[in-house]
């Protein structure tokens, strides 16, 4: 794998709460740098990220219902439609894990699907948390995901335990198939770590150590 198609399918992220202005900065700035497509922080800076990053043609980012996943639709919708016209493209919302594991599935599926609604058209995201999950909640997760319209299934936050793991990676690929895409997040530290990501099925990749993934050198795939 070349090392600028890994650049481009990473998702840079800067989530922490405790995260400043200058931060903020900073990180934009190693995203022009290192030439990076999509950056993701959260709903305060999504302004701030915009103004910084739209003059490069960088796309920015907003998790919905961050980090928990237990906001109201009603809720997230507004969160949605207020990141949107604050300059963010991409949509990460996080599922109603009370309602799967309540086996509330239509509760879950509309959760999705007005948020869906609510991106008019930008890409969404559902992280499902799988560290939080047995293999059959992470089966219905995906299974709903694709019902609701939404564009991919994401493994996790980062934040709740767990994180993407080459298994889960190649389950959700086999559930969703063609009809979503699978992103990987929580726990990718290294070049090594994403090649074997990608190789296991993931389409897009999300982390806060992207700087140090795609400056670590080779390993045994191809650059």
């Known amino acids: ?22 931060e903020i900065k900073d990180f934009c700035q190693e995203t022009i740098d290192y030439g990076f497509k999509t950056v993701f922080v959260n709903p305060y800076y999504v302004p701030y990220a915009y103004e910084l990053l739209s003059p490069h043609g960088i796309k920015v980012g907003v998790p919905i219902g961050f980090s928990l996943g237990g906001a109201t639709t009603q809720t997230k919708v507004a969160e949605t439609k207020e990141a949107i016209q604050n300059g963010a493209v991409e949509i990460d919302m996080l599922m109603n894990l009370g309602a799967l594991k309540s086996q509330e599935y239509d509760v879950v599926k509309h959760d999705i699907a007005e948020v869906v609604k609510a ?7 559902v992280i499902i948390e799988n560290g939080l999950l047995t293999k059959e909640e992470k089966v219905t997760a995906a299974k709903l995901t694709v019902e609701a319209g939404a564009d991919y299934v994401k493994t996790a936050t980062g934040f709740n335990g767990g994180g993407a793991t ?13 009809h979503a895409g ?24 999300g982390a806060s150590g992207a700087v140090a993934i795609v400056s670590g050198g080779t390993s045994h795939a191809a650059y």
């Open 1 to 22: 794998m070349e090392k600028q198609h890994l650049i481009d399918i990473i998702d840079y992220t800067l989530l922490k709460p405790t995260v400043s202005k200058a």
């Open 119 to 125: 991106s008019d058209g930008l890409t969404t995201k």
């Open 166 to 178: 080459v298994e889960d990676v190649k389950l959700l690929r086999s559930v969703v198939g063609d």
């Open 182 to 205: 699978v992103k990987a997040a929580g726990g990718i530290r290294t070049y090594d770590d994403a090649i074997a990501i990608v190789e296991a099925g993931a389409d897009r990749i």
